[in-house]
């Protein structure tokens, strides 16, 4: 494909269906409830990256999703088989080979994250091999370079909460330079979703 843009932003979704996404909210909420929120925040993500200037490219899970409602100039993909990492890579090695040379990616359990932080992210790889953006639970919300450095992908466990600690010392190994944006909140579990709520009251569910 071509593109005048050197930078690309992933999105990793998964397809919206009860039973299937967010399972520890849903033990709380039930799963038309759990759904509204999670199409809810698919709608802040979206909103977020419709403003960015970059190439868009969101990466669903099990299969791509009919594209109603989805900003006509998003580029769908499917995220390849294995682990989060092993996605991770291989999203961003199809899009290194494809040309691009700054690429973030970024979930949509983030109901916090703005445009200007994807924008921060992308000018600090001007000058920075990787940027982050650690999240309070531990991970991440935000993971980009601006030349192949997926190694850092390479943990073997991504269910605990020093997932952004460990990915920390993989960047040291690569002696890449480093910068970190601002700590923001993901949304996980009905904690987080008392706290978070604010940011969903003002959004309608984004529909596929």
């Known amino acids: 494909m071509s593109s005048s843009s050197d930078k690309a932003l992933i999105i990793f979704v998964k397809n919206p269906q009860p039973g299937k996404v967010k399972t520890r909210l849903e033990a709380s909420l039930g799963p038309d409830a759990t ?15 419709e403003r ?19 900003p006509d100039r998003f580029y769908l993909r499917l995220q390849q088989n294995g682990d989060l990492g092993k996605r991770m890579k ?32 992308f000018a600090a790889l001007t000058a920075t091999d990787i940027v982050a953006g650690p999240a309070e639970d531990g991970g991440y919300y935000l993971m980009g370079m601006n030349k192949d450095h997926t190694r850092i992908f390479g943990l073997s466990d991504w269910s605990h909460g020093q997932v952004y600690q460990q990915t920390l010392e993989l960047i040291r190994n690569e002696e890449a ?17 008392r706290v978070l709520a604010h940011h969903l009251d003002a959004h309608h569910p984004v529909s596929f």
């Not at 759904?35 to 990256?49: H, P």
């Not at 999203?91 to 691009?100: H, I, P, Q, V």
């Not at 910068?179 to 987080?192: A, G, H, M, R």
């Open 35 to 49: 759904l509204k929120v999670y199409r809810t925040l698919i709608a802040l993500t979206f909103d977020a990256a």
């Open 52 to 70: 960015v200037d970059a190439d868009v490219f969101v990466y669903f899970t099990p299969v791509i999703a009919n594209n109603a409602g989805l």
């Open 90 to 121: 291989a999203a961003f090695r199809e899009l290194f080979d494809e040309g691009y040379e700054r690429i973030c990616i970024i979930g949509s359990d983030c109901p916090q994250l703005r445009t200007h932080h994807l924008d921060q992210a």
């Open 177 to 193: 330079s480093f910068t970190q944006l601002e700590k923001l909140s993901d949304l996980d579990t009905v904690e987080d979703y």
